[in-house]
Nanobody, 126 residues
Framework: QVQLVESGGGLVQAGDSLRVSCAAS????????MGWFRQAPGKEREFVAV????????YYADSVKERFTISRDNAKNTVYLQMNSLKLEDTAIYYC???????????????????WGQGTQVTVSS
């Protein structure tokens, strides 16, 4: 089973940019569709973005479209989330996960994802 480790979170000001990373173990990373979610205190886990196994397809939550970009480097077993024009409401723990093989492309349901990482905290201040 793949293991995922997120990094790159931190404290930034509104309007700043930040890139978080998710490093995966194993030799089969390039076969996985990958996703990012986030969870703010007291709120449910929220879908952010997904990327296909070869990076040719993506989809995003409406709340981050035009501001966030998901990408991957299969040679480095890493998926990234570039976050621009950050807002206070982007404050959350950001998690990466593997989209299950049987799950439909386009799903935003956390139950369709597995192998969750431990998360990285992103805090946006005014």
């Amino acid at each position: 089973q793949v293991q995922l480790v997120e990094s790159g979170g931190g404290l930034v000001q509104a309007g700043d940019s930040l890139r978080v990373s998710c490093a995966a173990s194993g030799r089969t990373f390039s076969t996985y569709r990958m996703g990012w979610f986030r969870q703010a205190p007291g709120k449910e886990r929220e879908f952010v973005a997904v990327i296909s196994s070869r990076g040719l397809g993506t989809y995003y939550a409406d709340s981050v479209k035009e501001r966030f970009t998901i990408s991957r480097d299969n040679a480095k077993n890493t998926v990234y989330l570039q976050m621009n024009s950050l807002k206070l409401e982007d404050t959350a723990i950001y998690y990466c996960a593997v989209l299950r093989e049987i799950a439909d492309w386009g799903t935003r349901n956390p139950s369709d994802f597995g192998s969750w990482g431990q998360g990285t905290q992103v805090t946006v201040s005014s």
